[in-house]
């Protein structure tokens, strides 16, 4: 056995330098030096002792202790166990948890594959001495007895050179996912082009395009129900003029076709947005009755004037199952013009024509099916000259037509018994028609002097209540010029009650439009934010004031601040004849009595007497307004204040020692009094709360006593089923 002598003073027995391959992993990953701990200073200290028991070391330096394969088999032993231990521990790290597993799957696979290209690297380095060595740890103990500098420049070559192959390494994995990343910004930009490929132009139908269109197509549509009948029944309306009658024929087919490719592309809503999907349209078109009759009215029927002539236009009639494009541009033309009454009167008068023409055209075709003056009630005999014109026989017939329906005139009686009943059936349909025309004309008339028979109510009642209370002439008179001021200038509008049905997002983009620039020019609201003032734009109120009103008086409490919108105000004496100063368009005053300051030496009094010169037209915003709006914006309000201040400050109109006292007691008064309207609320809500506990009390106390009587009647056994049937209905009624 080889003796080891310790009395040689070797330093590299007591600093033996270990590199373990997890070390050399970690070197190369990291390229840092680690902090050995206790086992792996013991198992390179054991590593040492294998070195040298295998012969680093000659025998003449050993002479210690004997027993080298005893020694050895403990430190094999020791060794395995370790590399046991170490191995068992890594599978246990490795081992990831099924939901880990699932979410970090693509960093576990993507670190082992790591370790495994560094294991693999490193068992590239340890082959070409795997021969020489038996201990695959011996070949990284290092004696520094025989160590040099050449080793460890050649270490460090090495070191170095392997930094430089990871760099190379990671260098290409960046190029290649920077080409990967470049393919699917391609790919993502192929798919933008498709889809931006796929995308129809689609017409809104909210939008001034497809009120133009609707305007082009009733054209056409217009014409077919007018002229079609007309031609059918007037032959010589047909015949002299067929090259016209073709040319507009065909050109309404064409506007026809073009109607439904716009139909195809005209846009509808779902879920609030505008679908534009090609399928979607054509499918939303098809599956709607409007569709199929939309391809009735193109059917070429016309075709058959080969086989019959040209003087048939009633095969055309398929063409009149577009109307409903003609209704569908009447009520945009009704919502979109500034005169809805007057249109809607127009409309019904047209309605009227259409069929008062329909109707002469029928009678004159009955005439020609009996006969032309073959009796008293058709059309007389066209050998007449005077009866052979063509104007002459629309005419006459449209003024029977027009007798008939509105039955206000006597026309001649009927001979036979198909003029008895198509009188019957026109007295009726005449009837009908004529009575719901004239209901929503009069409905309309009345719509239109709905206004100003309102607005004359409020006079009269007015008029009546000052001669019941015998008021002067003179102020009579004011109030009625007053009134008369507001009609003819279109004032009498309450604008609360006309934008009470709009929603408020959109009450506030009214009032800011109106309102917002006539505010701004407040000084103490020129830097607020624009949620206070969207607040007190919405609470201004409109007032006209009448020539020598007086909008306040010096020594008034000021409850409102005013903006002058329109008209012309006086600062005057106190005899209300000397001027100081003229107010106009856009000026204001009583901002500061409403914001309440301390310390202010007039208070909530009004300091000026203003009258208005002429009529005025003034925005009052209120104090209790202004302090509700400010009750969400605190710092607004203290902003507000401090504006004011600085204001009464620059007028030497502030008592800087009130102004540092306390809190106003008028303030403690009104918390006082809204703790109180709040005490008084709970109390309200407590005693209902009372109410209800003893109202359900009681009815606990009525069950158990029933539970009772039970319980006493049938003993401690439960209640048979058909006698607790035959007692609900019981309870039921009580």
Same mark, same amino acid.
């Given at each position: 056995?080889?003796?080891?002598?310790?009395?040689?003073?070797?330093?590299?027995?007591?600093?033996?330098?270990?590199?373990?391959?997890?070390?050399?992993?970690?070197?190369?990953?990291?390229?840092?030096?680690?902090?050995?701990? %206790?086992?792996?200073? /013991?198992?390179?200290?054991?590593?040492?002792?294998?070195?040298?028991?295998?012969?680093?070391?000659?025998?003449?330096? +050993?002479?210690?202790?004997?027993? #080298?394969?005893?020694?050895?088999? %403990?430190?094999?032993?020791?060794?395995?166990?370790?590399?046991?231990?170490?191995?068992?521990?890594?599978?246990?790290?490795?081992?990831?948890?099924?939901?880990?597993?699932?979410?970090?799957?693509?960093?576990?696979?993507?670190?082992?594959?790591? &370790?495994?290209?560094?294991?693999?690297?490193?068992?590239?380095?340890?082959?070409?001495?795997?021969?020489?060595?038996?201990?695959? %740890?011996?070949?990284?103990?290092?004696?520094?007895?025989?160590?040099?500098?050449?080793?460890?420049?050649?270490?460090?070559?090495?070191?170095?050179?392997?930094?430089?192959?990871?760099?190379?390494? *990671?260098?290409?994995?960046?190029?290649?996912?920077?080409?990967?990343?470049?393919?699917?910004?391609?790919?993502?930009?192929?798919?933008?082009?498709?889809?931006?490929?796929?995308?129809?132009?689609?017409?809104?139908?909210?939008?001034?395009?497809?009120?133009?269109?609707?305007?082009?197509?009733?054209?056409?549509?217009?014409?077919?129900?007018?002229?079609?009948?007309?031609?059918?029944?007037?032959?010589?309306?047909?015949?002299?003029?067929?090259?016209?009658?073709?040319?507009?024929?065909?050109?309404?087919?064409?506007?026809?076709?073009?109607?439904?490719?716009?139909?195809?592309?005209?846009?509808?809503?779902? &879920?609030?947005?505008?679908?534009?999907?090609?399928?979607?349209?054509?499918?939303?078109?098809?599956?709607?009755?409007?569709? @199929?009759?939309?391809? $009735?009215?193109?059917?070429?029927?016309?075709?058959?004037?080969?086989?019959?002539?040209?003087?048939?236009?009633?095969? !055309?009639?398929?063409?009149?199952?577009?109307?409903?494009?003609?209704?569908?541009?009447?009520?945009?033309?009704?919502?979109?013009?500034?005169?809805?009454?007057?249109?809607?009167?127009?409309?019904?008068?047209?309605?009227?024509?259409?069929?008062?023409?329909?109707?002469?055209?029928?009678?004159? /075709?009955?005439?020609?099916?009996?006969?032309?003056?073959?009796?008293?009630?058709?059309?007389?005999?066209?050998?007449?000259?005077?009866?052979?014109?063509?104007?002459?026989?629309?005419?006459?017939? =449209?003024?029977?037509?027009?007798? +008939?329906?509105?039955?206000?005139?006597?026309?001649?009686?009927?001979?036979?018994? *198909?003029?008895?009943?198509?009188?019957?059936?026109?007295?009726?349909?005449?009837?009908?028609?004529?009575?719901?025309?004239?209901?929503?004309?009069?409905?309309?008339?009345?719509?239109?002097?709905?206004? #100003?028979?309102?607005?004359?109510?409020?006079?009269?009642?007015?008029? &009546?209540?000052?001669?019941?209370?015998?008021?002067?002439?003179?102020?009579?008179? !004011?109030?009625?010029?007053?009134?008369?001021?507001?009609?003819?200038?279109?004032?009498?509008?309450?604008? @609360?009650?006309?934008?009470?049905?709009?929603?408020?997002?959109?009450?506030?983009?009214?009032?800011?439009?109106?309102?917002?620039?006539?505010? #701004?020019?407040?000084?103490?609201?020129?830097?607020?934010?624009?949620?206070?003032?969207?607040? $007190?734009?919405?609470?201004?109120?409109?007032?006209?004031?009448?020539?020598?009103?007086?909008?306040?008086?010096?020594?008034?409490?000021?409850?409102?601040?005013?903006?002058?919108?329109?008209?012309?105000?006086?600062?005057?004496?106190?005899?209300?004849?000397? &001027?100081?100063?003229? =107010?106009?368009?856009?000026?204001?005053?009583?901002?500061?009595?409403?914001?309440?300051?301390?310390?202010?030496?007039?208070?909530?009094?009004?300091?000026?007497?203003?009258?208005?010169?002429?009529?005025?037209?003034?925005?009052?915003?209120?104090?209790?307004?202004?302090?509700?709006?400010? +009750?969400?914006?605190?710092?607004?309000?203290?902003? $507000?204040?401090?504006?004011?201040?600085?204001?009464?400050?620059?007028?030497?109109?502030?008592?800087?020692?009130?102004?540092?006292?306390?809190?106003?007691?008028?303030?403690?008064?009104?918390?006082?009094? #809204?703790?109180?309207?709040?005490?008084?609320?709970?109390?309200? !809500?407590?005693?209902?709360?009372?109410?209800?506990?003893?109202?359900?009390?009681?009815?606990?106390?009525?069950? %158990?006593? !029933?539970?009772?009587?039970?319980?006493?009647?049938?003993?401690?056994?439960?209640?048979?089923?058909?006698? /607790?049937?035959?007692?609900?209905?019981?309870?039921?009624?009580?």
């Amino acid at each position: 056995m080889a003796k080891i002598n310790t009395q040689h003073s070797y330093p590299g027995v007591h600093s033996l330098s270990v590199r373990t391959a997890d070390e050399d992993i970690e070197r190369i990953e990291n390229g840092y030096i680690r902090a050995h701990s %206790l086992r792996e200073d /013991a198992s390179s200290e054991l590593q040492g002792v294998i070195s040298v028991e295998g012969g680093l070391v000659p025998e003449s330096q +050993t002479s210690s202790f004997t027993g #080298r394969g005893a020694m050895a088999r %403990l430190s094999r032993f020791v060794l395995s166990v370790r590399s046991w231990a170490t191995r068992h521990s890594h599978r246990e790290d490795q081992r990831p948890d099924s939901f880990l597993e699932r979410i970090r799957g693509p960093e576990l696979v993507e670190v082992s594959t790591r &370790q495994s290209n560094i294991r693999s690297f490193l068992g590239a380095r340890e082959r070409p001495g795997a021969a020489s060595s038996h201990w695959p %740890l011996a070949r990284f103990n290092v004696n520094f007895s025989n160590n040099t500098n050449e080793d460890k420049k050649e270490e460090k070559k090495e070191v170095k050179e392997e930094k430089k192959e990871e760099k190379k390494e *990671e260098k290409k994995e960046e190029k290649k996912e920077e080409k990967k990343d470049d393919k699917k910004d391609d790919k993502k930009d192929d798919k933008k082009k498709e889809e931006q490929k796929k995308e129809v132009f689609v017409i809104d139908p909210s939008s001034n395009l497809y009120y133009n269109w609707l305007t082009v197509i009733a054209a056409p549509v217009f014409y077919n129900w007018c002229m079609l009948v007309c031609r059918a029944c007037f032959d010589e309306l047909q015949m002299d003029h067929i090259k016209m009658w073709l040319f507009l024929d065909y050109l309404s087919d064409i506007i026809y076709v073009i109607d439904m490719f716009v139909r195809f592309r005209t846009g509808f809503l779902e &879920q609030g947005l505008l679908v534009k999907d090609e399928k979607k349209l054509r499918e939303h078109y098809t599956k709607t009755v409007q569709f @199929k009759l939309d391809v $009735l009215s193109l059917v070429p029927t016309d075709l058959a004037y080969f086989k019959l002539g040209l003087n048939y236009p009633e095969l !055309r009639f398929n063409r009149l199952l577009r109307i409903a494009r003609l209704f569908e541009f009447f009520d945009r033309t009704e919502t979109r013009t500034n005169y809805p009454n007057m249109f809607r009167i127009g409309n019904l008068v047209l309605y009227i024509l259409i069929i008062i023409h329909w109707n002469a055209c029928i009678y004159f /075709a009955i005439s020609k099916v009996i006969g032309f003056g073959t009796d008293t009630w058709v059309y007389p005999n066209v050998s007449v000259p005077e009866y052979a014109r063509l104007s002459r026989k629309y005419i006459y017939s =449209l003024y029977w037509s027009t007798l +008939t329906l509105t039955t206000i005139g006597e026309t001649p009686p009927p001979v036979k018994d *198909e003029e008895y009943l198509f009188v019957v059936i026109d007295f009726l349909v005449g009837v009908l028609i004529f009575a719901t025309i004239v209901g929503n004309v009069g409905s309309m008339i009345s719509n239109m002097n709905a206004s #100003r028979a309102e607005f004359q109510a409020k006079v009269d009642s007015i008029k &009546q209540y000052m001669q019941f209370r015998k008021v002067t002439k003179d102020l009579e008179a !004011r109030v009625i010029k007053w009134f008369d001021y507001l009609w003819t200038n279109k004032k009498t509008v309450d604008e @609360k009650e006309v934008l009470k049905n709009l929603p408020d997002k959109l009450k506030a983009e009214i009032a800011i439009n109106v309102h917002l620039d006539t505010l #701004r020019k407040v000084r103490i609201f020129q830097d607020c934010e624009a949620g206070l003032l969207i607040e $007190l734009v919405l609470k201004l109120k409109p007032t006209v004031f009448s020539p020598g009103d007086y909008i306040c008086k010096k020594g008034d409490i000021g409850r409102e601040m005013y903006i002058i919108k329109e008209g012309k105000l006086a600062v005057v004496a106190d005899d209300g004849i000397t &001027q100081f100063v003229v =107010l106009s368009d856009g000026s204001y005053f009583g901002e500061i009595s409403i914001l309440n300051i301390k310390g202010s030496k007039s208070g909530n009094r009004r300091t000026a007497n203003i009258r208005s010169i002429g009529y005025s037209d003034l925005f009052c915003l209120s104090k209790d307004d202004l302090m509700e709006a400010l +009750t969400e914006y605190p710092e607004a309000k203290k902003a $507000l204040e401090e504006k004011g201040r600085q204001i009464l400050m620059k007028d030497n109109l502030i008592d800087e020692e009130a102004a540092k006292a306390g809190a106003d007691p008028k303030d403690l008064e009104e918390k006082i009094g #809204r703790l109180e309207v709040a005490l008084d609320t709970l109390q309200t !809500r407590f005693a209902r709360l009372m109410a209800e506990y003893t109202a359900s009390q009681q009815k606990v106390k009525q069950r %158990l006593a !029933r539970v009772e009587t039970r319980v006493k009647k049938y003993g401690s056994g439960s209640l048979s089923i058909a006698e /607790a049937e035959a007692e609900k209905p019981e309870e039921e009624k009580k």
